[in-house]
């Protein structure tokens, strides 16, 4: 950042020194004075040019309003610090989404050209006045473009960096349940199963004697509780991590998942899924597994709901999963806001969905019954590489957490 901050006191010192001050200020009002339409002609080229596409229109739309007010306040004053710190918060958003490095600087070197072709417009039967205001304008042009460039990609490289060490943490903690989760079941199991037929034998063999209907009956009540804790540790074992997830796959492994599920909470589980078969990377499918594992604990625990419903298909350009209960839902705009220890669960299940590129929606009002979707990308896994074309429509009710 020391560079930029020596390009933009050079800039200061270029603009008081400079003879040019009253043709900036001239060029601030106009753009000042033209804003509505330069910045839809603006927002218009964006589309057409094919950036930004992991955004709806709307959104660049709205971004492109702020970055416009805050190059006319960079070009006005010569600070490039608010657009700086804009650049930064807006990596910071859109970066996860697969946004990549050619399409912001495309959009600043678009929004350099409107400019231009406005200047033009409006000066070029001055051919003189045109050019000394193109000469003042392209040098403080191209600094700013520089200044966003060089936030983005520095913040860009800091989420790549943060990103992949969650998903090495995220991997190494996976193997680590998988490990647990085979010892649980391979060899603690076997010594269960081999203490269970023991008792067996000697629920057998104890005839005889005044005791024996008390042994017996002891050694009954001993084999329950042992089927209990078997049972236990089996369903315990593949919550840690589903033996099936990595055998069979994501489908098989949710299937049998929701039935335990439904069996142990007794509400009724509806599962629809695609009938095409999905290529899905091992992180991808752990991604969802864990979504649609954390989503449904909220159910039992919060939702108070009698029905659930888990879809899990193919959209434009990437899987889709979605769980809709019919429960008491709540106001996700206060439980967004309160402390993060307080929504951890949600938490993680945005931040595991972003490091696949994906995005997750919440839509849920009090008496209305909570969905959440989850949509990840299939094309790639590449961390922010890729670029998605995905986007959820939000409303009032819904929102990206
Ligand atoms: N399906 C749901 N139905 C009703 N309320 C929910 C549901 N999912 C989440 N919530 C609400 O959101 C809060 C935060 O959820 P979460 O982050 O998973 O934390 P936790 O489950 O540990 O409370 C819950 O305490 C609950 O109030
Ligand atoms: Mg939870």
Same mark, same amino acid.
């Given at each position: 950042m020391k560079g930029n901050s020596k390009q933009s006191d050079s800039y200061e010192n270029h603009l008081s020194t400079s003879s040019e001050g009253e043709l900036f200020r001239e060029l601030v009002e106009h753009l000042r004075l033209n804003r509505a339409s330069l910045r839809e002609e603006w927002a218009g080229? #964006?589309? %057409?040019?094919? +950036?930004?596409?992991?955004?709806?229109?709307?959104?660049?739309f709205t971004e492109a309003t702020e970055i416009f007010d805050n190059y006319i306040q960079a070009l006005e004053t010569g600070n490039v610090k608010d657009l700086q710190a804009y650049a930064r918060d807006l990596s910071r958003r859109i970066i996860h989404r697969g946004v990549e490095i050619h399409e912001v600087l495309g959009i600043v070197l678009l929004l350099r050209d409107v400019l231009a072709r406005s200047?033009?417009?409006?000066?070029? %039967?001055?051919?003189?006045?045109?050019?000394?205001?193109? $000469?003042?304008?392209?040098?403080?042009?191209?600094?700013?473009?520089?200044?966003?460039?060089?936030?983005?990609?520095?913040?860009?490289?800091? #989420? #790549?960096?943060?990103?992949?060490?969650?998903?090495?943490?995220?991997?190494?903690?996976?193997?680590?349940?998988?490990? #647990?989760?085979?010892?649980?079941? $391979?060899?603690?199991g076997q010594?269960?199963?081999?203490?269970?037929?023991?008792?067996?034998?000697?629920?057998?063999?104890?005839?005889?004697?005044?005791?024996?209907?008390?042994?017996?009956?002891?050694?009954?009540?001993?084999? %329950?509780? +042992?089927?209990?804790?078997?049972?236990?540790?089996?369903?315990?074992?593949?919550?840690?991590?589903?033996?099936?997830?990595?055998?069979?796959?994501?489908?098989?492994?949710?299937?049998?998942?929701?039935? $335990?599920?439904?069996e142990r909470t007794g509400l009724l589980v509806r599962f629809e899924r695609a009938s095409r078969d999905m290529q899905l990377s091992?992180?991808?499918?752990?991604?969802?597994?864990?979504?649609?594992?954390?989503?449904?604990?909220?159910?039992?625990?919060?939702?108070?709901?009698?029905?659930?419903?888990?879809?899990?298909?193919?959209?434009?350009?990437?899987?889709?999963?979605?769980?809709? $209960?019919?429960?008491?839902?709540?106001?996700? %705009?206060?439980?967004?806001?309160?402390?993060?220890?307080?929504?951890?669960?949600l938490l993680g299940m945005q931040e595991r969905v972003c490091l696949v590129n994906g995005?997750?929606?919440?839509?849920?009002?009090?008496?209305?019954?909570?969905?959440?979707?989850v949509e990840i990308p299939l094309a790639s896994m590449r961390a922010p590489e890729s670029t998605s074309s995905l986007s959820l429509e939000r409303n009032e009710s819904s929102r990206a957490y």
């Open positions: 080229r #964006i589309h %057409k040019a094919g +950036l930004l596409t992991a955004m709806s229109r709307e959104e660049v200047l033009f417009k409006k000066y070029h %039967k001055n051919l003189e006045l045109l050019n000394r205001m193109l $000469d003042a304008y392209e040098p403080a042009a191209n600094r700013i473009a520089n200044t966003v460039g060089v936030s983005f990609v520095e913040q860009r490289e800091r #989420i #790549i960096r943060r990103q992949q060490k969650a998903i090495q943490i995220l991997h190494i903690q996976e193997e680590e349940r998988k490990r #647990i989760s085979r010892e649980l079941h $391979d060899e603690i010594v269960l199963t081999a203490v269970n037929t023991q008792l067996a034998l000697l629920q057998r063999d104890c005839v005889g004697g005044e005791r024996e209907p008390l042994f017996k009956t002891e050694i009954a009540d001993v084999e %329950k509780l +042992l089927v209990g804790v078997i049972d236990r540790m089996h369903s315990f074992a593949r919550d840690l991590r589903p033996a099936a997830l990595d055998d069979l796959g994501l489908m098989p492994a949710l299937r049998s998942y929701l039935k $335990d599920y439904a091992s992180e991808q499918k752990t991604t969802l597994f864990r979504i649609a594992q954390e989503s449904l604990t909220n159910v039992a625990k919060h939702a108070q709901a009698t029905e659930v419903v888990v879809t899990l298909g193919l959209v434009k350009g990437g899987v889709q999963l979605r769980i809709k $209960d019919n429960g008491k839902g709540f106001a996700v %705009k206060q439980q967004c806001s309160a402390p993060e220890s307080k929504r951890l669960g995005c997750c929606t919440l839509q849920s009002a009090p008496g209305r019954g909570t969905t959440v979707t």
